[in-house]
């Protein structure tokens, strides 16, 4: 019963705490997750498990590339960077410093779809990760001469990953995949556009996206879920709830179905020769999604894989090959990526590869091979949450961009996917007309004229395998 | 500001639960179970690597040791994938043995793949020449990498003529002149069981595994002991190299000989680490200095302990920057080296150091290939099963004093070697190394 003086208070004051909307547990990569929401609109993911002593906090937010005008091209970035210079609370260096402190660590990255901020600290401290993070989401400086020096960072940034001849190469690659969106431009911007923003542009950005509603912090580790929500509660409840992030924030054409095959090329000065084939693909959580996981494991995943089987171990055209299906919020990629062997032409390997995309459209795969993809995919999730950290980054990544209910869910996806359904999903997506390839050849040499310059070396390059 | 107080008990230092064997063989096993974990890991390093390479055949320990698992008398290549990714794992080889992980409840296939790796590799002649090639071929693009020869020409002036300045996996001129029984005979001679350190991780009962390696190792020669190393190094004198290429950015090396994981000074160094170049975030000197104030940088670092093992390590200070920002960057490397030699570290930042030491141990032990990993380093290093206890101690009770006088024990920053490697000419890397 509330004693009678209270009852003069003012009604803010008396005001019971909004009910938590909070899920039943579900038990995954060994943790107990459940997803809760504070009555300003933050989304909370507790996994609860006690391994060891540390705990991970990570704070998502749905911002990255997708989200910013081509003007803005590298904001989400730049901001990310910016998160680290300081409030008016916690000065330039603070967060840092207290890091340290404590023992722990903490860092940042920005993708396409979504932009994180982790901690992971001791389980007897961590909730000191969730005063900083509280007061930066919405207290961040900005200061002009911090921006001016963290341009220069981020500047220099971007000239190492242009010094890398394969993220030379994707840059102009993704352009050509997803033209006039903002997929196709590269995460951390161009030098124009970095050159191009101001304090002004970061802080509108900052203010529209970064609030509770727009928020998912997941902690996961050695917590116990009633004290942890109380501090998280405790921290971000006072928050003022802002507007969701709607379809409107993202900015950009329709992505249109690729009217054929497009072809890239770059150079670099050493004699390597880089190949990348990559096609417009699924949006993350879909069905197409888990059969281009499966696809993408029967290609390129492991020593049996078949691009490794064919292309370097028998046939030696390569030295290296992988394959990733990318999926995204609006679309994913499905790349493969292919490393030449120097005795071998570029004509050559680029052929085979074809030929074993066309396979997978043409062909069921064996039972065989299919049993052997499945397991490397559910092996891999023991890896895949080995740490907390792995587990809290897994989870908010599955939840910003889709539903965290489908990351380490034992493969129940994939094992459903029978090869009929597979090879469905090959003709569909990794059709020869959809394709982009791009090259990075020595300098002063082209794939085309590699090619004319020797004979084809074997007749075996045609064969397929059954 | 808002200070952190010293308000908590010290944290419990882990101390990874140890059994040890001698297997028949000769060779040394660790066991460190761990109750719930997903996945185990597994080392075996065996001492020599590529000390024990012909000067005319450099690669030819990392060859042996990354093509041990193409083939064994009862097994194809083929055949020993199919075992392992059929459990979801995988094993790799190098220099100094051969490692792997998998998950927990396969950890049976795991040891009985790595022991059949360990004991019969037939280097079957087809795989050879296609694996050597592949390597060729890397080595080739390597050599035009900036980053990479930067680092290989550091290890070169800092280690002259010593095997610690060879690069592991040779070169293209080397690796052509390995052939398929230099290969046989280096593992017949050098793979055996008095030279082998074997660690194991997992939710596994320690006596099992030592059952099944005992039995999977009964044939694995027990050998020799190799003889002491060689200590002799070139003296610290300063030493230029570049590698011009056309680049955005130059990779810039100072640095010099360093400790060994045995020198008395290594706590107060470790703090000295964290204060001068590996503190968190902008935490460090250099850090601070280099890319948050003067932007010059994305990525700039400094140590000397990192590298300390059974031989001398390296100093090494590295930052990535515009060909613009190379004196500015020297020079600043240089001042926060000789600042650090000069004046006590202000109480603030040595408690910060330490504090963040202290405090990280906890951190880090998760995965079970870094704790194989840890427990292999600490063996190597004849440390005690406390030995991050002893640390602690030792890390608490480093002074400002300390610090100062490791500094200038150990850093010879107008004696220190110099390389940069990008877009800059070899004139300019003269002039920069005169300061």
């Known amino acids: 019963m509330i004693p009678a003086p209270m009852l003069h208070r003012p009604a803010r004051l008396l005001r019971r705490p909004a009910p938590l909307r909070s899920s039943r547990p579900v038990l995954k990569a060994g943790a107990k997750v459940s997803e809760h929401r504070l009555a300003n609109g933050l989304r909370v993911l507790l996994a609860e498990r006690h391994g060891d002593p540390v705990v991970a906090s990570v704070l998502f937010y749905p911002v990255g590339a997708r989200t910013e005008t081509e003007r803005e091209a590298g904001l989400s970035h730049f901001l990310e960077h910016m998160m680290f210079k300081g409030t008016p609370r916690f000065g330039k260096g603070e967060v840092d410093r207290i890091t340290t402190e404590l023992g722990g660590a903490n860092n940042a990255f920005t993708g396409h779809d979504h932009t994180a901020y982790w901690f992971e600290l001791a389980s007897d401290r961590w909730e000191r990760a969730l005063e900083l993070e509280a007061d930066r989401m919405r207290h961040l400086s900005l200061e002009r001469a911090e921006f001016e020096a963290e341009r220069a960072v981020v500047l220099e940034e971007l000239a190492m990953g242009e010094d890398d001849p394969w993220r030379a190469l994707l840059r102009r690659v993704e352009e050509a995949l997803f033209p006039h969106h903002p997929y196709g431009r590269p995460i951390i911007g161009y030098p124009e556009s970095l050159k191009g923003l101001a304090p002004d542009d970061m802080r509108a950005y900052y203010r529209r996206f970064y609030h509770p509603g727009n928020a998912t912090l997941v902690v996961g580790g050695d917590v116990e879920p009633r004290a942890a929500l109380a501090a998280i509660r405790a921290r971000f409840g006072a928050i003022p709830a802002g507007k969701p992030l709607a379809e409107t924030d993202c900015y950009r054409r329709k992505l249109e179905e690729p009217a054929g095959e497009k072809r890239v090329e770059s150079s670099w000065d050493d004699p390597g020769r880089r190949l990348v084939v990559v096609f417009p693909a699924a949006k993350v959580g879909t069905g197409d999604d888990d059969a281009l996981d499966v696809l993408a494991t029967v290609l390129a995943g492991g020593q049996l894989s078949r691009l490794h089987r064919r292309l370097v171990v028998e046939e030696g055209l390569a030295t290296s090959v992988s394959a990733n299906n990318d999926s995204r919020v609006e679309a994913g990629a499905f790349w493969v990526f292919a490393e030449c062997a120097q005795d071998a032409r570029p004509d050559e390997l680029e052929h085979v590869l074809h030929e074993e995309l066309a396979r997978l459209a043409r062909e069921p795969i064996p039972r065989a091979e299919l049993e052997r993809a499945r397991a490397l995919l559910v092996a891999g999730e023991a890896f895949e949450g080995e740490t907390v950290t792995d587990v809290a980054e897994a989870l908010g990544e599955w939840a910003v961009d889709d539903d965290w209910r489908r990351a380490f869910d034992g493969c129940a996806r994939h094992l459903v996917l029978g090869a009929p359904l597979l090879r469905a999903v090959a003709q569909r997506v990794l059709r020869p007309e959809r394709r982009v390839v791009g090259w990075c050849v020595p300098k002063g040499a082209s794939a085309a004229r590699a090619a004319r310059r020797r004979p084809l070396r074997r007749k075996a390059a045609r064969r397929t395998r059954a | ?435």
């Open chain 2, 1 to 435: 500001m808002s200070p952190v107080r010293a308000r908590r008990k010290p944290l419990a230092v882990p101390r990874l639960p140890l059994e040890r064997f001698e297997l028949a063989c000769g060779a040394r096993l660790i066991v460190s179970p761990r109750r719930g974990a997903s996945v185990c890991a597994v080392q075996v390093h065996l001492r020599g690597g590529n000390s024990l390479d012909p000067a005319r055949q450099l690669g030819l320990a990392y060859l042996t040791g990354r093509l041990v698992d193409q083939g064994t008398r009862r097994s194809s290549e083929e055949e020993l994938a199919a075992r392992l990714e059929k459990a979801g794992g995988s094993l790799a080889g190098g220099a100094t043995g051969i490692s792997g992980q998998v998950a927990n409840e396969r950890w049976e296939v795991l040891l009985e793949t790595l022991a059949e790796c360990l004991t019969e590799p037939t280097y079957p002649r087809d795989k050879i020449e296609r694996q050597r090639q592949r390597l060729i071929d890397r080595l080739v693009v390597d050599h035009q990498d900036p980053r990479t020869r930067g680092v290989q020409l550091f290890r070169k002036l800092v280690y002259g003529a010593h095997w610690l300045g060879r690069p592991e996996a040779g070169d293209a001129a080397t690796v052509r002149r390995i052939a398929r029984a230099d290969l046989a005979r280096f593992h017949a001679q050098n793979w055996c069981g008095k030279r082998a350190l074997i660690v194991f991780c997992g939710d596994v009962a320690p006596e099992k595994v030592r059952r099944l390696l005992d039995r999977r190792l009964a044939r694995f020669p027990a050998g020799r002991e190799l003889g002491p190393p060689d200590l002799t190094f070139p003296p610290r004198v300063p030493r230029a190299a570049s590698f011009p290429a056309e680049r955005q950015q130059a990779h810039v090396f100072l640095g010099h000989l360093g400790i060994t994981r045995a020198d008395p000074d290594y706590a107060a160094l470790l703090v000295m680490d964290h204060v001068l170049g590996t503190g968190p975030g902008f935490t460090n000197r250099v850090a601070r200095r280099l890319r948050d104030e003067l932007g010059l940088a994305y990525t700039v670092h400094a140590s000397i302990s990192s590298s300390a093992g059974v031989l001398p390590g390296t100093f090494t200070a590295y930052i990535g920057t515009s060909p613009a920002n190379l004196a500015t960057a020297v020079a600043g490397f240089r001042r926060e080296i000789e600042r650090i030699q000069r004046e006590p570290v202000p109480r603030a930042e040595l408690e910060l150091a330490r504090s963040y030491l202290l405090g990280s141990f906890v951190i880090g032990f998760e995965r079970a290939a870094r704790r194989v990993q840890t427990i292999v380093a600490a063996e190597r290093n004849h440390l005690p099963d406390d030995h991050l206890e002893q640390l602690v101690r030792a890390v608490t009770a480093v002074t400002a004093d300390d610090v100062r006088r490791v500094a200038q024990a150990h850093l010879f920053p107008r004696h220190a070697c110099l390389v940069v490697a990008g877009p800059v000419t070899k004139g300019a890397v003269a002039k920069l190394i005169r300061g």
